[in-house]
């Protein structure tokens, strides 16, 4: 039986939406937000639709699921982003974790949003990724491989956001050398 054919026990009953019990391994997760409206949502247990904040996500790997944030994960997103519109945050990342919280009497797993600012490491936009992978176009000494092997990473896409202008520069000075 593989994991496709499981069923968690605390599964949420709308498959269509990412719950706590999605996210790979369990560990954390970075997202790109892609969009966010309020769409009509159906809760297939009590059979009622209810308007809700659905957030999609650029990244098209099999678990990802379009999210349904409450108001507590709303708000986190506008405290870690300091952006108070979901229009103004197209683009940005969005780490998940898995915390418990209280609900009623019992304590369960729940998506929650993680800070970036505090140990999250935020990855490179698409627009970072565009300016190296322009940069290294232009020259013959530096590969999106060997960068990806200085920083241990698997692909320049995972390249931390706080090395971005320390590579641009990098690649910039071997093409000032060339041009010698």
Known sequence: MT????????QNPNKNYLGHQDLPNG???????????????KNPKLNTITEKRVLRFREKDKWVKPFICNET???????F??????????????????????VGK??????RILDAKKGVIQKINDEQLKVLLD??????????????????????ADLPQEKFE???????????????
């Open 106 to 111: 019992m304590t369960v797993n729940a998506l």
């Open 27 to 41: 560990e954390n997760q970075t997202l790109t937000l892609e969009s966010g409206n309020w769409e009509a949502v």
């Open 3 to 10: 994991s496709d054919d499981k069923i968690h026990w605390l």
């Open 81 to 102: 982003l300091q952006i108070g519109y979901i229009k103004d945050s197209i683009g940005a990342k969005i780490t998940f974790t898995i915390r418990k919280v209280k």
């Open 166 to 180: 320390l590579v641009k520069k990098g690649i910039e000075k071997y093409i000032d050398n060339e041009n010698i």
């Open 135 to 156: 940069k290294i176009n232009q020259q013959k000494e530096t590969t999106p491989q060997k960068i990806c092997d200085a920083f241990k990473i698997k692909s320049l």
């Open 73 to 79: 994960n709303a708000f986190d997103i506008c405290k």
